[in-house]
Structures are given as structure tokens and as C-alpha cells.
């Protein structure tokens, strides 16, 4: 049986939708993060499962119980907070505390919980701090150890590397996956960062304006997106769009102003005639200078972006249609600007979108 | 060096500082002058503090009017009248004030607007004319006993007036805003995610009160404490106009040595040391409040 079961749940904010009838199932253990841009709905969802927002209609069960009435602090859940709100008034090892004395728990197990959650977040000897005498990254790892203090079933965390500097963030990232590993607390993430979603969580779930678009693991989102909302949002893509037509022994799509239709991946069951899109991402473009054989877009190169690990080169067709392609290391250098160029890629890669 | 420069940074300093010398710490010293003097009819109705005998100046300053406040235990049960009666009403003050302030907090927008405007409205009427309304609700025949005895309630009328109970509820009811201002300053500039966090965290509302919302308020419940009962303290005309035999103050009974018994030695010893205690617990709670800023 799932840990989190979200049932039909919908809140209203005047004539806004935070949460559309949304359902969700998270198993425990699962590392789940909640992705979408922001005022998508990530954030009230989140403060539903918390019991800070009280959903208008559906239910949300926590571990067999239903918890859609229950006030904040009877829920087995935690969460850390994106400003962290840690206590001013209260030491590092008395903010982590605040919530074992709420349970009443003897001083002696207090004090050797709080020991061993500043070990797990690596702030031994920081005790008797407070908390503005503490850079961002270690307020970070305080909110955390404070939130897990309680072991509780669910972690709920609300942009949890929103506040760091770039370089911390990476460092954070592979650790909160080691601390989510060790404590096997069900971690539930929500972030409008993609490059956080893919590379942290075990599954992830797209929201667009209160609704769940795509739940599925990180490569499942990246390379099979179900709608063109989920393929612009989670990475690059170059998204072609046009009619079904039928081509060579396989359905192809007919985009206006490109010569001829592009051939789409085999297996395709739709019918011709109907609207479609063509999702293919920028590191599965192939550039040449010679025409390859089979499908190729003649184009000529406008403009490249080194990245330090690749490039993204800019391409553009005689009749203005853009494409980015995204080569590795130096792979860009025959490329220059100005150069012309053909652009294929493996007809599998392509993924056919009609939401 | 860019701005104001040394010369115009002196001038914003010392403005001030001239402001206070002048108007508070001259005043303040002409006042300790005079409680060294000697009583005597005449005007200026006391010594003069040098005397030239012909021989130079001679430093004529006499301890007597301390003395006098020392040995007679009228000043002493003034002055403890009036701190008993400021501290209840500092209390009172607290416990009513701290959950309007709360409850103005919390609300949003034109309601919260409105809410602070009706707190600071009684300000915009005389404070004489305020507590004299409070003699005509209060008195014998007032509307409060004729509203009681017209209801049926009672068939005599309740002794309202001239006792603690109208000065407690005269101070209470003038001092309150000072209580709930700094209140509210306070509670709305509390973060909401740390009360969101306690609760989280497993505390109950009222633990979380206890835990959060009062530690954190401590700096405004310190400066209302003291914006009521400091004046509370030296306040002469409550007590003058709704007090009786029973409600002996200290700010009574420095007017009625300054005008009754035109002893203005002797006022003014009172007056030192009213200032000489209220100073030390002002500094103390001063400090309190610095600390407060910087947790």
C-alpha cells in the first residue's frame, strides 16, 4: 500500500485554481519530487499534505489514515520550510529539540537524538549557536535536522535549495539523496528547478496549473514527455509542429515552411490528417556539413553558446525556423557561425505529441 | 568621505542634543536646584542656591527637604500607592491589550486599517475631557448606575467613583493604546512560517504560544510595559478627578505640595527622586530591549 495517497483533491483560492482534481500515490521509501513553474499549485499541494491549507474537496490519506481534517500538528509528516523559519530565540540544538519536547520525550533520549541529527547533517560542535550567527548552507542543514528530528514518515520539503548559491546547490543535492538513503525517511521535494527534480528524485510528478500532467522516473519525463507543456518545461526542445500525413511506409508530419514532411518514429498510431507536435531534444540532433542519408533540415548555423562541458549551436532555415543543437566537449568547432549546416537525427528520438 | 561631511554631520547630531540640554536636562537641573533650597516667602519661594556675603560665594544648600520625605511615611506610601496602582494597571493593561493587538495582527487589509484607526481615535479628543466623561458615566446618578437601576439590576445605586476601582479602570482605559501599539508592532512583524513550523513540529496552539509567539514578542510587551507604566506612575489627574481618600499617588501629592502647601522645596525633592527611581528600572528595561534587537 502507498504511504501517501492523494485522492481527488481540489482548492480554490478566489477565481484561482491551486489544485484541480489532483491524485497522486507516493510509495514509501520513494525520493518524490513535486516539479512545475511557479504558482503552478507544487507549494499549496504541499501545504495540503501538511494540514496548513484544508482541501475543498477530495482526501488525503497518510500511512491507511485519513488526515484530510486533522490540524498540522497531529500529522506524521514534517516539513522544512523554504525561509527555513527556524526559531530566532532558540539555539541549534533547541530548535532541533522543539519538536521531541512537544512529544514529551525525556531529556537524556532529547539530547542523543539531537547529537545524532547533527552528526547526520554534519554540524557537530554547532549546538549552542543561533541560528543568525549561521551562514545560508548551514541554516539549510539546521532546518533539515530539525525536520527530521521527529523520524517522521513523511518529509515534506519546500524548495529546499531555493536559498543556496549554485555551487552549494550541487554539493547539497548529492547529499540530501545520501541522507534520504540512510534515514529512509519518503522524501517528498517540491522545486520548479527540472535539473533538481531529475537529478535527485526516484519519481518525479510535472504540475501545470493545478493539475498533475506527467508522473513517471526522471528519464521517463525527459525522454517520453506526454504534452508539449512537459517537453518545453523539463529541458531543451525543439518542438515541430504540423499535420499526420502519410509518408514512406511510415507516418510523417507535414511542418509549414520546412520542404519536406519529417518522417516520425515507427509504431505511431494516429490518424492522418490530425494536428500533431515533434518533440526532439538538442543533444539528439546530428550536425554535418555533407547532406546524410535519409531525413536532414538544411540550415545554417546563427549563433553558438559554449557551456564549458558542450555547446548549444543555433541553427536557423531558410525559412526561419530555429533549432538548437547541443554537441559535447568541442564537438561544436567545424561549426562556426554562418556555416551551413544539415541536421538529422535518429527518427526514434523523436517523440510525437498531440496534448 | 562623501555626504554630509564633519561639519554637517555635527549639526544633525547635535541639534538634538542642544533640543535636550536645553528643554529636558536644564529644566531637570533647575528642578534639583530648588530641592536643595530652603522655603521662604517671597518670589522665587526659596533660597538661592550660591549667597554672596560680601566675602565671595558661598554654596547654601541644605539635604533638609530629603529628610523631610525620608521621615514622614506619607511619601513613602505615595510612592508605593502609585507604583502598586501603575503595575496593576500595566498588567491589566497587557492582558487586554495583547490580545486586541493579537487579533488586529492577524486581520487583513481595510479591516486592519479600520482596527488601528478605532485604537487611536480616543487621541484625537482631549485627555481632560475623556476622564471627566468617565466622572458623569461613573457618579452616583451617572448613566451607568441609571442605566443599571432602569434595567432592574440593582436598586441602589453601585459606589463607581472616587475609589481604586475608577482610578484602575481610568488608567487602564487612557493608557491602553500605549500597551496594544507596541503589541502590534510587534506580533505583525512575526514571521507566520515559525508559527506554521511550531505547529508542524507538533505544538499544540497553545504551546506554540508559549514556545514562540510570547518569547518573540518580549521586546514589545518590555517597551508597552514601560510606555504604560511609567506615566501611569507620576499620573496626577486621574487619580485627582476619579480617585478618592483611598488612592493615595505620588503625582498628587507633589501638586498639592507645589500649589496647596507652596513648598516648592520640597515639591521638588519629590519630583528628584520620582525621577531617580523611574530612571533606573527605565534604563534596565533599555538594555532588555537592545538585547531583544540583536537575538
Known amino acids: 500500500m502507498a504511504l501517501l495517497e492523494i485522492a481527488g483533491v481540489s482548492r480554490r483560492f478566489g ?75 532558540m539555539d541549534v540544538a533547541g530548535n532541533i529539540a522543539f519538536g521531541l519536547r512537544q512529544e514529551r520525550m525525556d531529556r537524556r533520549h532529547i539530547a542523543a537524538r539531537v547529537e545524532e541529527m547533527l552528526a547526520l547533517v554534519q554540524m557537530e560542535g554547532y549546538a549552542r549557536r543561533r541560528p543568525h550567527e549561521l551562514s545560508g548552507g548551514q541554516r539549510q542543514r539546521v532546518a533539515l535536522a530539525r525536520a527530521l528530528a521527529k523520524m517522521p514518515k513523511l518529509l515534506l520539503l519546500d524548495e529546499p535549495l531555493a536559498a543556496l548559491d549554485r555551487k552549494l546547490r550541487a554539493e547539497t543535492r548529492l547529499e540530501l539523496i545520501g541522507i534520504q538513503e540512510r534515514v529512509g525517511i519518503t522524501f517528498l521535494v517540491v522545486t520548479h528547478d527540472q535539473e533538481e527534480a531529475l537529478s535527485m528524485a526516484t519519481c518525479v510528478a510535472v504540475m501545470d496549473r493545478g493539475r498533475l500532467v506527467q508522473t513517471g522516473a526522471p528519464t521517463e519525463i525527459y525522454e517520453r514527455p506526454a504534452s508539449r507543456f512537459v517537453a518545453g518545461f523539463v529541458g531543451e526542445v525543439n518542438l515541430f509542429e504540423g499535420e499526420l500525413t502519410a509518408g514512406f511506409n511510415c507516418l510523417a508530419l507535414t511542418v509549414a515552411g520546412l520542404g519536406k514532411p519529417i518522417p516520425l518514429p515507427s509504431g505511431t498510431q494516429l490518424p492522418e490528417g490530425a494536428a500533431a507536435a515533434l518533440a526532439v531534444r538538442p543533444e539528439k540532433l546530428v550536425l554535418s556539413h555533407a547532406a546524410p542519408a535519409g531525413f536532414a533540415i538544411a540550415a ?8 564549458g562541458g558542450g555547446s548549444i ?40 505529441l498531440t496534448q | ?30 528642578v534639583v536646584k530648588i530641592s536643595l533650597a530652603e522655603s521662604t516667602i ?12 560680601g566675602s565671595g560665594l558661598k554654596l547654601h544648600a541644605t539635604l533638609a527637604n530629603f529628610a523631610l520625605i525620608a521621615g514622614d511615611d506619607l511619601y513613602l506610601r505615595a510612592y508605593l500607592g502609585s507604583l502598586g496602582n501603575a ?3 500595566t498588567a491589566l493593561c497587557l492582558l487586554v491589550g495583547y490580545p486586541v493587538a493579537y487579533a488586529i495582527a492577524r486581520s487583513q487589509g481595510v479591516r486592519r486599517q479600520l482596527l488601528l484607526f478605532l485604537i487611536m481615535l480616543p487621541f484625537w479628543t482631549s485627555f481632560l475631557i475623556r476622564v471627566y466623561a468617565w466622572i458623569a458615566i461613573l457618579e452616583p446618578n451617572g448613566l451607568l448606575n441609571q442605566a443599571l437601576i432602569a434595567l432592574g439590576l440593582i436598586a441602589t445605586p453601585l459606589p463607581l467613583l472616587n475609589n481604586l476601582f475608577s482610578v484602575q479602570l481610568g488608567l487602564v482605559y487612557s493608557y491602553l493604546p500605549f500597551m496594544i501599539l507596541p503589541l502590534y508592532g510587534s506580533l505583525s512583524g512575526l514571521d507566520q512560517s515559525l508559527i506554521e513550523a511550531a505547529a508542524d513540529l507538533g505544538a499544540r496552539p497553545l504551546q506554540t504560544f508559549l514556545g514562540v509567539t510570547l518569547p518573540l514578542t518580549l521586546p514589545g510587551i518590555a517597551a508597552g510595559c ?22 493615595l499617588m505620588i503625582g498628587k501629592v507633589l501638586w498639592d505640595e507645589f500649589f496647596n502647601n507652596r ?13 531617580a527611581a523611574l530612571a533606573l528600572p527605565l534604563l534596565a528595561a533599555q538594555r532588555f530591549l537592545e538585547r531583544g534587537h540583536t537575538a
Not at chain 1, 300 to 307: A, K, N
Open chain 2, 87 to 89: 503595575a496593576v494597571a
Open chain 2, 263 to 275: 513648598d516648592w522645596p520640597v515639591a521638588a525633592a519629590v519630583a528628584v527622586v520620582l525621577v
Open chain 1, 15 to 89: 477565481a484561482t485554481t491551486a489544485a484541480a482534481d489532483v491524485s497522486l500515490s507516493i510509495e514509501s521509501g520513494a525520493f518524490y519530487a513535486l516539479l512545475g513553474p511557479s504558482g503552478c499549485g507544487k507549494t499549496t499541494l504541499l501545504r495540503m499534505i501538511a494540514g496548513f491549507e484544508t482541501p475543498d474537496s477530495g482526501r488525503i490519506v497518510i500511512d491507511g489514515v485519513d488526515v484530510t481534517g486533522l490540524p498540522p500538528y497531529a500529522r506524521p509528516v514534517n516539513m522544512m520550510f523554504q525561509s527555513y523559519a527556524l526559531f530566532p530565540h
Open chain 1, 313 to 352: 549551436v543555433h541553427l536557423a532555415t531558410e525559412q526561419g525556423i530555429a533549432l538548437k543543437a547541443y554537441l559535447p566537449g568541442t564537438a561544436a568547432g567545424p561549426f562556426g557561425r554562418g556555416t551551413p549546416v544539415w541536421a538529422s537525427w535518429p527518427l526514434e528520438a523523436g517523440v510525437v
Open chain 1, 300 to 307: 545554417t548555423v546563427s549563433s553558438i553558446g559554449y557551456l
Open chain 2, 226 to 247: 514601560l510606555l504604560v507604566l511609567i506615566p501611569a506612575i507620576g499620573e496626577f489627574v486621574i487619580p485627582d478627578l476619579l480617585g478618592g481618600p483611598d488612592t
Open chain 2, 1 to 30: 568621505m562623501t555626504g554630509l561631511g564633519r561639519l554637517g554631520r555635527l549639526v544633525v547630531i547635535g541639534v538634538p542634543f542642544l533640543w535636550l540640554a536645553l528643554f529636558f536636562l536644564l529644566p531637570l537641573l533647575i
Open chain 2, 42 to 53: 517671597g518670589i522665587p519661594p526659596y533660597t538661592p542656591l550660591f549667597v554672596n556675603d
